[in-house]
């Protein structure tokens, strides 16, 4: 018999926007059970607490709504940590709803006891005790406005094991669905910033993870149009914006394309959009230090953390640049100095794009993503990873997001093994799309048990495996620094063939241009039919991504 408040937790969660609910199923029927039953839930079952934490970060991302993670006191919600620790670095919506064990047992050797919300307690909003299902319906109304405003992030409902139960086990709620508040900020704030965008000579426009909601990105490319200024993104904000768009020149810092950099060491002002700059877009970019910054956010907490910025506007993001470009608009910038600038980023963009389709030979990791780019749909989902040779992907336009394309990253976190255990979140909550992960055969091996989870839900996810034998990032480190590199090499490697056919896929081993063409367009079609495909492919370890070799080769790192 499923108890009331867990019938009253899933009605609540259905009615509060969330869509699927991921995790473990518990000793005792509970929310998984009670959703299994609720029309408007999909539970999606895996095998381990991680990988759901991880699914269900892949599917808030993909969905813009809440996932909901049912775990349980003591090693379910401990295990679960480190598929949390990346869904906060990203800034996804998650409800995590977890057991307490019985109050006379705390602190006394209690079975299972973890103070688990201090443990969880970094990572989260917000988190409350449910005593009974009367309780609920608020409970969860402010789990999941929490979950969705200011910077997205986790919540946690902490149901305890006594529970009061009301005569009815279906509470009313009282209120609509919470959704995303938006604001804008005064005139005048936004009047002096366009005056800093107008008198600029060399802008540039950085969209972050913020201008994935609504349709911010598309608010970026217009401001960008009216400033006359390229647009990079950080890793969590690819996706935003159409990089088919002329101004586009892939992401920034560690990420960046040459010759797209010239364009970032020569800025005069950066507009920041939805970012907190995290290291990762800072990195090998030495005009970050001294470039004056309008940093647009809707997180206040996100202004001044990696350098103070020269004006800060608090706001939503497609909001405030769609206020911006129509300030611009109307007062434009100077006509021959905006010309001079589009003509400047059109012919970067065009060396970018020559240089790009340039020979391949010698780097199995470019070859593929060229071949991926022929078979991706228009609506394709691109879950990454953040390995040494995967990196290549970051890379603009060696793979290139057009607009209808989602793409899944981590965050700064960067947890081995998220994107194969992320896939299975954004497969389940838009079956019909096609979901490619790329990812290398360590990260691979670390979430092995989400392809059962594929197998069982009929989940049709192409995974190309960048295979190097071992772990690349701490390799090509150690082999800079010339200390021993033995440890990095697994001794036998990823059975890709054999775990494919355990799992009811498919897979291929393509050696040359021609057979990697095949076989990417074999395994999209074999996904279609709800089975995961592997596509291995045999890397050396020289076939380093272009950020990599600048950022890491020079002396000292």
Not at 80 to 89: F, K, M, N, V
Not at 220 to 233: G, K, M, N, Q
Request: with cysteine.
């Amino acid at each position: 018999m499923i108890e009331p408040v867990w019938t009253a937790l899933a009605a609540a969660l259905a009615s509060a926007g969330c869509q699927a609910v991921f995790g473990l199923p518990s000793d005792d029927p509970g929310l998984l059970d009670a959703a299994d039953r609720h029309d408007l839930l999909r539970t999606v079952l895996v095998r381990d607490q991680r990988v759901a934490a991880c699914a269900a970060a892949g599917h808030a991302a993909v969905s813009r709504s809440p996932a909901v993670l049912a775990v349980t006191s003591g090693p379910s919600v401990v295990n679960a940590l480190t598929g949390l620790l990346e869904a906060a670095s990203m800034a996804v919506p998650i409800v995590v709803v977890t057991t307490r064990i019985g109050s006379r047992e705390i602190g006394r050797g209690g079975f299972q006891e973890v103070d688990q919300e201090a443990m969880a307690g970094p990572l989260l909003k917000w988190h409350t005790l449910v005593e009974g299902a009367e309780q609920v319906p608020w409970a969860v109304r402010r789990a999941v406005h929490l979950a969705l405003n200011g910077r997205p992030g986790l919540t946690m409902l902490v149901v305890a094991a006594e529970r009061r139960e009301p005569d009815t086990d279906h509470p009313q709620d009282a209120g609509g669905r919470p959704r995303r508040l938006r604001s804008v900020p005064e005139p005048a704030d936004l009047d002096h910033a366009a005056g800093l965008l107008r008198r600029a000579q060399a802008p540039v426009v950085l969209a972050g993870g913020g201008t994935r909601w609504g349709d911010a990105g598309r608010a970026v490319e217009r401001l960008a149009e009216a400033v006359v200024a390229p647009i990079f993104t950080t890793g969590s904000g690819r996706g935003s914006v159409d990089e088919t768009h002329p101004l586009t020149m892939g992401l920034a810092g560690l990420y960046a394309t040459p010759p797209a950099t010239e364009l970032l060491e020569g800025c005069d002002l950066l507009l920041a959009v939805g970012t907190r700059l995290e290291e990762t877009v800072r990195t090998g970019w030495e005009a970050f230090a001294r470039v004056p910054i309008v940093h647009v956010d809707q997180d206040h907490a996100a202004f001044d953390t990696a350098r103070t910025s020269d004006h800060r506007l608090l706001g939503d993001a497609e909001l405030v640049c769609a206020e911006l470009a129509a300030r611009l608009r109307d007062r434009p910038p100077d006509p021959a100095r905006a010309r001079e600038r589009g003509e400047r980023i059109g012919a970067l963009r065009g060396r970018l794009l020559t240089e790009a389709a340039g020979d391949v030979t010698g780097s199995p990791v470019r070859r593929a993503l060229a071949c991926l780019g022929d078979v991706l749909d228009d609506d394709a989902i691109i879950v990454q990873e953040n390995g040494l040779h995967d990196m290549w992907s970051y890379h603009f336009p060696l793979l290139t997001v057009r607009r209808g394309m989602s793409v899944v990253t981590p965050g700064e976190q960067t947890m081995m093994g998220f994107g194969v255990a992320a896939s299975v979140g954004a497969a389940s909550c838009v079956p019909h799309r096609q979901v490619v992960v790329l990812a290398g055969d360590g990260a691979v091996s670390l979430s092995m048990n989400a392809l059962a989870t594929m197998g069982d839900l009929r989940l049709g996810v192409v995974i190309v495996v960048f295979d190097n034998q071992g772990f690349g990032w701490p390799r090509h480190l150690r082999r800079l620094d010339g200390a021993p590199a033995h440890l990095t090499r697994f001794r036998a490697p990823l059975p890709v063939a054999e775990l494919a056919r355990a799992f009811g896929g498919w897979s291929a081993t393509p050696a040359t241009e021609a057979e990697t063409k095949e076989a990417l367009r074999t395994a999209c079609e074999v996904a279609k039919t709800g089975q995961p495909a592997l596509v291995r492919i045999a890397v050396p370890d020289d076939d380093v991504p272009a950020g990599v070799d600048r950022v890491f080769s020079g002396p000292g790192h």
